[in-house]
């Protein structure tokens, strides 16, 4: 018994030190606008689930960063391709 707890608390050693040492991948943030509202959102996409409601419209390519994308939604609001 005392083998498999000495086995377990070393694949989780291992584990952790895996997960800290691979690079972070780069969010992908798009700023998407909703159909029925003209209402644009900051998306990430790192997320496991999709927007909802699903009439939606990606309006930008992807952003490297929250805040870039928050500058491009400033413009888009500017220009008046969304409404807020």
Known sequence: MHHIRTL???????ATAFAAASPAEAAPFHVIKYANTGYCQIWDNGFAISPWPTSYTVMTHRQPTFERAVAVKGWLLHKGYCSL
């Open 8 to 14: 377990a608390a070393a694949a989780f050693v291992a």
